[in-house]
Nanobody
Framework: QLQLVESGGGLVQPGESLRLSCAASGDSLRHYVIGWFRQAPGKQREGVSCISSSDEDTYLKDSVKGRFAISRDNAKNTANLQINNLKPEDTGVYYC??????????????????????WGQGTLVTVSS
């Protein structure tokens, strides 16, 4: 059974960078559409970046384009989210997720959270000066 564990969050200043990692166990991430979701304080969880199982199709929320980049490392069975030029509005808990088999596109996972098969426990990112 697939399990996901996120790491890499922390307290950073505006303009700094972070690299979040999602370590998988129980199955290979290469079989799944995977994504990163964010829940800001007092707001609903939203999809920020997702990637198809073939890595050919990626989705980025408009507000993070040019700053966020999703990738996977099949050898390490991890998914990563590189976040550059962090802003205070990026503050929140970041969750890694894998989609059910029926989903093949990155946008479908990021837009429709109902297609999530497995969630990680989340890692907190706080951007503050």
């Amino acid at each position: 059974q697939l399990q996901l564990v996120e790491s890499g969050g922390g307290l950073v200043q505006p303009g700094e960078s972070l690299r979040l990692s999602c370590a998988a166990s129980g199955d290979s991430l290469r079989h799944y559409v995977i994504g990163w979701f964010r829940q800001a304080p007092g707001k609903q969880r939203e999809g920020v970046s997702c990637i198809s199982s073939s890595d050919e199709d990626t989705y980025l929320k408009d507000s993070v384009k040019g700053r966020f980049a999703i990738s996977r490392d099949n050898a390490k069975n991890t998914a990563n989210l590189q976040i550059n030029n962090l802003k205070p509005e990026d503050t929140g808990v970041y969750y890694c997720a894998a989609a059910v088999d029926a989903i093949t596109t990155s946008q479908a996972l990021c837009v429709m959270q109902g297609y999530v098969l497995v969630w990680g426990q989340g890692t907190l990112v706080t951007v503050s000066s």
